[in-house]
């Protein structure tokens, strides 16, 4: 479930492959026409969550003596890389929004 570490690929922490397609991407790999931005985003942010909740659950794993230090290590890993990539969509879509609030109508 866990890729080795690598450059930062939006497609495997959530639904971004669909943001250059006509509709959003389902969990079964097929593009959906009446997806959305906000069903994009969704789906974005319920990957993240799910990504941030196993490495919670693999460093208690971890702290028990249940779970190897690399799994941990890869896990909490791929968990800072979603956040990060989380903080950066949100803070484009804050930036694109103020810039579209100061435009004059």
Known sequence: ?????GPLDFRSIGGAAGIGQAGATTAAGTTDATGSFAAVL???TTRTVD???????VSAQGLQGQADTREVADAVMSAEQAL??????????????????????
């Open 51 to 57: 990504t941030l909740q196993h490495a919670e659950q």
């Open 42 to 44: 969704s789906d974005l």
């Open 1 to 5: 479930m866990i890729s080795g570490i």
């Open 84 to 105: 990060s990539a989380a903080v950066a969509i949100r803070d484009k879509i804050v930036s694109a929004y103020m810039e579209i609030s100061r435009m004059s109508i």
